[in-house]
């Protein structure tokens, strides 16, 4: 049976460029919660709040391995993924706040 279910790897920013890796399945609820300090953790430590890249996927395996892909990347390999996404580093979520 096939699922309608969504997957997102993303990655979250602060002002400083500080960067974090997540996984979820409904990227507009996570992002309310990294922008709230709803979640603990070191996206909470360091004020990650910005979303500035994600992808989508239909099967969370292939989510899974991606995610565990990026978090084995140095940053320059994330940077590069960002700026073809989004070079001005603007908050994606904005689109779905106003």
């Not at 969504?6 to 979820?24: D, E, K, N, Q, W």
Request: glycine share 6%.
């Amino acid at each position: 049976m096939a699922s309608d279910r969504h997957y997102f790897v993303y990655l979250m920013a602060s002002r400083t460029h500080v960067l974090y890796c997540g996984i979820t399945n409904n990227l507009e609820r996570r992002t309310y919660e990294h922008q709230h300090g709803l979640l603990e953790g070191f996206s909470s430590e360091y004020h990650c709040t910005r979303l500035v890249w994600f992808e989508s996927f239909g099967d969370v395996r292939n989510a899974i391995g991606r995610e565990k892909q990026i978090k084995r990347w140095r940053r320059e390999k994330k940077l590069a993924l960002i700026r073809k996404m989004n070079p001005c580093w603007v908050d994606l979520s904005e689109a779905w706040r106003n």
